[in-house]
């Protein structure tokens, strides 16, 4: 099971990107999918989340200008980042709940995350 983040870069300062991460492998289901951030220095902490049914959380530096969103076919997370902002510069990781089934069809559940997407806000 993997997850491969995309779509970080360099964006001037209120500029708009968007990142998606796509999860493949053996997987039966997936659960909370989510997006962390760490910049220099810092530990890393939450932005968003999305539970299966659609019903998000945000940290309060981001409300109101970013939106995650997800399509359950494509096993995929994305996080529509605007109004951008220097303070947003990080590394960011998705993490999914996910259940796979392994080399002899047993089902295991993991919490996994990314290889992470650098995102750079100029001012």
């Known amino acids: 099971v993997q997850l491969q983040a995309s779509g970080g870069g360099l964006v001037h300062y209120g500029g708009s990107l968007r990142i998606s991460c796509a999860a493949s492998?053996?997987?039966?289901?997936?659960?909370?999918m989510g997006w962390y951030r760490q910049s220099a220095g810092k530990q890393r902490e939450l932005v968003a989340t999305?539970?299966?049914?659609?019903?998000?959380i945000y940290a309060d530096s981001v409300k109101g200008r970013f939106s995650i969103s997800r399509d359950n076919a494509k096993k995929t997370v994305y996080l529509q980042m605007n109004s951008l902002r220097p303070e947003d510069t990080a590394v960011y990781y998705c993490?999914?709940?996910?259940?796979?089934?392994?080399?002899?069809?047993?089902?295991?559940?993991?919490?996994?995350w990314g290889q992470g997407t650098l995102v750079t806000v100029s001012s």
């Open positions: 999305i539970k299966s049914d659609g019903s998000t």
């Open positions: 993490n999914a709940e996910i259940l796979y089934y392994n080399d002899v069809e047993e089902p295991v559940a993991l919490r996994g």
């Open positions: 492998g053996r997987i039966s289901r997936i659960d909370d």
